[in-house]
């Protein structure tokens, strides 16, 4: 299948981060936890040298607890300070302030030597659509926080978050560009609902996924399904999803796209288990 991304969108986006990057001093990036490289867009480290870089693992709820502390890792020994989040919960965000002052520690200190204090670290959320990038800015701003707007050296009409004295953020996030260049990439980002399902073969989709999913979470498909273990191929375990939860057409065959709308929903939502798609040792 070909996985489409739109283009168009693109070089606005990047004119934009471009221009709005240039106010920040810190890049808070959204990462989905299930597919951490997939849904990055390298060139984010291109816009963002010489920008303190923080990256949240976001959606951790629903990504294999084991594999999110790999990606921790594996985006720390590249210089990245790094958290998991869940932002629509809010787990793991009262720990942002404090990565946020360790990854500015730097200009922090610069800034204190030159005399200057309580001028606030100013950031910009960052990533691809669909990643929790509203929902982490509501979440860490709540209602607490003021809006700051037109102030001196500020482009117009640019609206900063006050959150405390130490940090504000933009109040638009940047959005990223996905790396549609990989079929891949696309691929995944189809798995998790990042794409527009209208345009994808869902019946496809799904023997991709089951496919996928066979590899590390056969024993979790298996339980939720209650397929026996000698289904052997992705197409078999689609045919017992769609028996086991009774997706006939009126004739009696196989209804393969109410399963496949089954099937996605559950993995999307977390029923089947909590599945990472992509592995640190794979991309190493
Ligand atoms: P965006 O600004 O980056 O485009 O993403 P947005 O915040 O709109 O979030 C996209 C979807 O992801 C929302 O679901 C949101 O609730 C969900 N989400 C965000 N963060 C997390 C998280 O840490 N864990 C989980 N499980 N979900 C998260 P939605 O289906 O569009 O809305 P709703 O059903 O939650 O109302």
Same mark, same amino acid.
């Given at each position: 299948?070909?996985?489409?991304?739109?283009?168009?969108?693109?070089?606005?986006?990047?004119?934009?981060?471009?221009?709005?990057?240039?106010?920040?001093?810190?890049?808070?990036?959204?990462?989905?936890?299930r597919?951490?490289?997939?849904?990055?867009?390298?060139?984010?480290?291109?816009?963002?040298?010489?920008?303190?870089?923080?990256?949240?693992? /976001?959606?951790?709820?629903? $990504?294999?607890?084991?594999? /999110?502390?790999?990606?921790?890792?594996y985006f720390?020994?590249? #210089?990245?300070?790094?958290?998991?989040? /869940?932002?629509?919960? #809010?787990?793991?965000?009262?720990?942002? &302030? #404090? $990565?946020?002052?360790?990854?500015?520690?730097?200009?922090?200190?610069?800034?204190?030597?030159?005399?200057i204090?309580?001028?606030?670290?100013?950031?910009?959320?960052? #990533?691809?659509?669909?990643?929790?990038?509203?929902?982490?800015?509501?979440?860490?701003?709540?209602?607490a926080?003021?809006?700051?707007?037109?102030?001196?050296?500020?482009?117009?009409?640019?609206?900063?978050?006050?959150?405390?004295?130490?940090?504000?953020?933009?109040?638009?996030?940047?959005?990223?560009? =996905?790396?549609?260049?990989? %079929?891949?990439?696309?691929? /995944?980002? $189809?798995?998790?609902?990042?794409?527009?399902d209208?345009?994808? %073969?869902?019946?496809?989709?799904?023997?991709?996924?089951?496919?996928?999913?066979? @590899?590390?979470?056969?024993?979790?498909?298996?339980?939720?399904? &209650?397929? =026996?273990?000698?289904?052997?191929?992705?197409? &078999?375990?689609?045919?017992?999803?769609?028996?086991?939860?009774?997706?006939?057409?009126?004739?009696?065959e196989?209804?393969?796209?109410?399963?496949?709308?089954?099937?996605?929903?559950?993995?999307?939502?977390g029923? @089947?288990?909590?599945?990472?798609?992509?592995?640190?040792?794979?991309?190493?």
């Amino acid at each position: 299948m070909n996985y489409q991304w739109y283009p168009g969108h693109m070089t606005k986006a990047k004119r934009m981060m471009q221009e709005n990057i240039k106010l920040i001093d810190l890049v808070i990036e959204l990462v989905d936890a299930r597919i951490p490289l997939s849904s990055r867009n390298p060139d984010i480290d291109e816009l963002g040298k010489n920008k303190a870089r923080l990256i949240l693992l /976001n959606k951790a709820d629903l $990504a294999d607890d084991v594999c /999110n502390k790999e990606w921790i890792a594996y985006f720390k020994k590249r #210089g990245f300070h790094v958290l998991e989040i /869940n932002a629509k919960a #809010g787990s793991g965000i009262k720990g942002v &302030q #404090g $990565a946020v002052r360790e990854a500015c520690r730097e200009k922090i200190e610069r800034d204190r030597r030159k005399g200057i204090v309580n001028r606030p670290v100013r950031a910009i959320v960052v #990533g691809i659509p669909n990643v929790g990038k509203s929902t982490f800015i509501n979440s860490i701003a709540g209602k607490a926080c003021t809006k700051t707007g037109n102030k001196p050296g500020v482009t117009k009409g640019k609206q900063w978050i006050r959150l405390n004295r130490e940090l504000e953020l933009l109040d638009t996030p940047g959005i990223l560009w =996905p790396r549609f260049d990989n %079929q891949e990439v696309g691929r /995944n980002l $189809a798995f998790i609902g990042s794409m527009n399902d209208e345009i994808l %073969q869902k019946t496809e989709l799904t023997i991709d996924l089951i496919g996928c999913l066979m @590899i590390n979470y056969k024993k979790e498909l298996a339980a939720r399904y &209650q397929f =026996p273990e000698e289904a052997e191929t992705p197409l &078999q375990v689609y045919e017992h999803i769609c028996e086991s939860r009774k997706c006939y057409k009126k004739g009696g065959e196989i209804d393969y796209e109410k399963g496949a709308l089954l099937l996605l929903d559950d993995f999307r939502s977390g029923r @089947i288990g909590r599945i990472t798609l992509e592995r640190p040792e794979e991309s190493a």
